[in-house]
């Protein structure tokens, strides 16, 4: 398969106008599942193309071991897309599950499923998004049940649990019901776009990242919609924690992040604070357990829908838990 699309691409270079990149484009366009298809209309337009190349007395006889080459199709055809740049990306057989732990995000939710399918649809990666919906007395559950009717039990799944329970235990029930075998971690409130999950993916890939941490504060990482109040917060936790612990990551407080599942999985189960502090702690830990950690800089606006709930007790909570790690790692 490799060579057949190299000689597809050798015989442009010759000059020949052969529409050699639609067909190099019949075969990116699918995802796996319709992979197979897309190769038997590679086949009608390679004859196509033998047909259309006769008349220019090119070199076509690799043509003749196509069938050979097509019998055992997946594999060399999978590798041939992954020499092709981007395309690599999808054939790999990952699978990212998203972890969307909602509370009162009725009006965030639909929005935020809608983004996360497109994005993943159009870039061909294999997702499925879990809602862990605890309990919201304004309905998520049933916004949930609604999308997922319409986007299907394999995209969207639901796991559920009676209360607010908080968010650390949320992602620990989450990783429980994943299939991937990486694990994106984000927040339902539209703070976190997922146009940035493809850089994600990049980077953890060029390097090979145990996690990859989206960051506000580096590169062309940004906040926007917070008052003075909550960027000094913010700003501040994340100062006092680098000159505390430096873990060697530039946002410690974000939570858009993507996982190795197995990673995610230690870090959970080892991690042992609540609220605010928790995402510090994850990558305090991921350091301490020597995972190496990638960054991208991502822009984090403030939440579209719903109240905002830092106030003084979290702010508390914060301290304490940077003063317990301080102490303990
Ligand atoms: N399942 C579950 N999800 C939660 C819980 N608490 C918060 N969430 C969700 O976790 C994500 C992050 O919580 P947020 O309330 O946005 O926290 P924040 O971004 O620090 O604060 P604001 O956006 O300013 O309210 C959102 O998707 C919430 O709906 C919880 O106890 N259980
Ligand atoms: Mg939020």
Redesign the pocket.
Same mark, same amino acid.
């Given at each position: 398969m490799d060579w057949v699309l190299g000689k597809v691409v050798d015989q442009s270079d010759c000059g020949a106008s052969l529409g050699n990149t639609k067909i190099i484009d019949l075969v990116f366009a699918d995802d796996a599942v319709t992979f197979t298809e897309s190769l038997e209309v590679l086949v009608m337009a390679l004859e196509a193309l033998h047909e259309e190349a006769k008349p220019l007395g090119l070199e076509v006889s690799w043509l003749k071991t196509k069938v050979q080459v097509f019998g055992d199709l997946l594999d060399e055809a999978v590798q041939s897309v992954h020499a092709c740049g981007d395309v690599t990306l999808r054939m790999t057989g990952d699978k990212y599950s998203v972890l969307?732990?909602? !509370? =009162?995000?009725k009006d =965030?939710l639909p929005i935020i499923v809608w983004l996360l399918c497109k994005y993943f649809d159009e870039s061909g990666f294999v997702y499925e998004i879990i809602i862990? #919906? #605890?309990g919201s007395p304004d309905g998520t559950l049933e916004v949930a049940k609604k999308l997922q009717d319409i986007y299907g039990e394999e995209k969207i799944v639901l796991r559920p649990?009676a209360k *607010?329970?908080?968010?650390g235990t949320?992602y620990i029930h989450g990783i429980k019901h994943a299939t991937g075998n990486f694990v994106f971690i984000m927040?339902? #409130?539209l $703070?976190h776009h997922p146009k940035f999950m493809a850089e994600f993916i990049k980077v953890q890939k060029e390097g090979n990242f145990d996690v990859v941490s989206g960051t506000r504060y580096g590169g062309d990482g940004g906040v926007y919609g917070w008052d003075l109040k909550r960027k000094v917060i913010s700003r501040g936790a994340n100062y006092v924690t680098q000159v505390l612990l430096r873990p060697g990551a530039s946002d410690l407080t974000g $939570?858009f992040r993507l996982y190795r599942k197995e990673v995610l999985q230690k870090l959970v189960e080892s991690c042992v604070s609540k609220g !605010?502090v928790f995402q510090m702690e994850m990558i305090i830990r991921a350091r301490q357990f020597n995972y190496t950690i990638g960054e991208v800089p991502i822009s984090f606006v #403030?939440?579209v829908y719903?109240? $905002? *709930?830092?106030g003084g007790a979290e702010i508390m909570g914060f301290v304490k838990g940077l003063l317990y790690l301080f102490a303990t790692t």
């Open positions: 969307l732990p909602t !509370y =009162n995000e =965030n862990i #919906d #605890d649990r *607010k329970l908080g968010l949320a927040d339902a #409130d $703070s $939570s !605010y #403030d939440r719903g109240e $905002s *709930k830092l």
